[in-house]
């Protein structure tokens, strides 16, 4: 059996604790599978953005027409996009794995890894153990339980982003932001796209205004089909068939792939981490305090499989502590203020801090300031009918509690927020600040200067 100073079990944001490790002198094993990068370089937001892009092209020149050009998409190389996509990641990915291999104070171990004792893993035919161990093993699609579905061959988020031949139509199940994202990219370059989604609203999770507003815009492009569940899927002629059932009818929907978006489940379950006495929540997630240790002595825990934000830049945020307080031994609480989000489909969404919902339902005193893009010089210029920006602050301290934003280029116009929540800056600081003129940034300042005390 050999033995490490550390083991990092999953090769995405593990990787920066593991190669700062490495670069001090400590013997490190990294234990990961599949490709080098994790979920977002390989199967998540690097390779979704890429494709995304061609979407983005294409619904630009589908509306040209509103900017005095006349102009058409005369053929879509569906396999070149997808392919493109594919070489990059595959191509960093690789690299990746040749820099760990030539580092000489890590050990590779490209298995499947299962824990067997106490900071002890079983990795393929050899087994190994390590004075401190980091879980950054993420987490993968989850499979909804529905009549037929293992026996056809659906997509995942995985598939998705890989596919060669571009299908006519599409049936997505679940309304989150991987539904939101995919359907924008085969739905902007021809594809017709059904998304059928328990709730009333798509991306249920963001600022309910915000929700509400998207599916009312998501509408119009798609058919789609909310308050429906997922009753049976079969194969007929070569078509997926899907039948759901409403509070008011039942439908059948025909198309030629059929992409299950329905969330993601950690996989604390293959890793088999009670038997290293790790705890887990009631969704299987690692519990961790605000060190990110576990229940277990000499384990931490980061990114998507402890469950606190599933996203690449938080999870980059956690391994900078995890660094700090398992390898420095330096214990600093995780900060996690100012956590903001985007979701890249037409339109953009973009959050950070408290939606109005939390607001109300905490009983929290706020203020709350909205502006219309179509209002502004570059809303104007960019015809842009539908965004809009809306910014909280409390009554007394002024200071920023949350700001939603949807429309074109969101998830750019939010930093300046994420920079102010994070200096712990009054919302007169937004206001204040010159903003150039016409830019797109002055939505946001005039979201300020319209909140009503």
């Known amino acids: 059996m050999q033995s490490f100073d550390l083991i990092v079990v999953g090769a995405g944001s593990g990787l920066n604790v593991s190669s700062a490790a490495a670069e001090m002198g400590i013997k490190v ?9 994790g979920t977002c370089l390989n199967r998540g937001c690097i390779p979704s953005k890429i494709i995304i892009h061609s979407a983005d092209v294409a619904e630009t020149i589908k509306k040209s027409r509103l900017f005095g050009i006349n102009s058409k998409i005369n053929s879509v190389d569906f396999a070149k996009i997808t392919s493109r996509t594919s070489n990059i990641v595959d191509k960093d990915a690789k690299d990746i794995e040749e820099a760990i291999i030539e580092d000489k104070k890590t050990t590779l171990f490209k298995v499947e890894a299962k824990f067997i004792g106490e900071r002890t893993l079983k990795v393929g035919k050899e087994t190994i153990k390590g004075d401190k ?12 339980n529905i009549e037929g579905l293992k026996d056809v061959d659906y997509m995942t988020s995985d598939g998705a982003l890989r596919l060669k031949k571009q299908p006519k139509a599409m049936t997505i199940l679940g309304g989150g932001y991987i ?19 328990r709730g009333k609203f798509l991306i249920p999770n963001e600022d309910e205004e915000i929700s509400r507003k998207f599916t009312e815009i998501f509408s119009r492009k798609y058919n789609i089909l909310t308050e429906f569940s997922a009753k049976q899927v079969y194969i007929k002629n070569g078509k997926f068939v899907l039948e759901i059932e409403g509070k008011k009818s039942d439908k059948k929907l025909i198309s030629d ?11 604390t379950d293959i890793l088999d981490v009670k038997k290293t006495n790790v705890e887990i929540n009631e969704k299987g997630f690692v ?5 990110l240790e576990t229940t277990a002595k000499n384990i931490w825990a980061l990114g998507d499989i402890a469950g606190k934000y599933l996203f690449k830049h938080s999870a980059n945020l956690e391994a900078q502590y ?60 960019l015809q842009d009918n539908e965004g809009f920006v809306k ?22 116009l939010i930093h300046e927020v994420i920079v102010a929540m994070k200096a712990n800056l009054p919302v007169d600081s937004l206001r204040e600040a010159v903003h150039i003129h016409p830019a797109l940034s002055e939505v946001v300042q005039r979201a300020v200067n319209n909140i009503e005390w």
């Open 391 to 412: 910014i909280f602050a409390d009554k007394k301290t002024r200071k920023i509690l949350g700001c939603h934003i949807l429309g074109t280029d969101a998830s750019i």
């Open 322 to 381: 995890v660094y700090s307080n398992a390898i420095l031994n330096k214990k600093v609480k995780v900060d996690y203020n100012a956590m903001p989000h985007a979701i890249f489909s037409s339109p953009q969404i973009a959050g950070v801090g408290h939606r109005e919902q939390d607001l109300k339902e905490k009983k929290i005193s706020y203020a709350k300031g909205v502006y219309k893009y179509i209002n502004s010089g570059m809303g104007i210029a």
């Open 29 to 37: 094993a990294v234990v990961e599978k599949g490709p080098m990068g």
């Open 287 to 291: 519990r961790t305090n605000e060190y």
């Open 133 to 144: 161990i980091v879980i950054a093993a993420g987490t993968r699609p989850s499979v909804p």
């Open 179 to 197: 539904a939101a994202e995919l359907a924008h990219f085969y739905g902007a370059l021809g594809t017709k796209i059904n998304i059928v989604q």
């Open 257 to 267: 792939q059929l992409l299950v978006a329905t969330g993601r489940i950690p996989n």
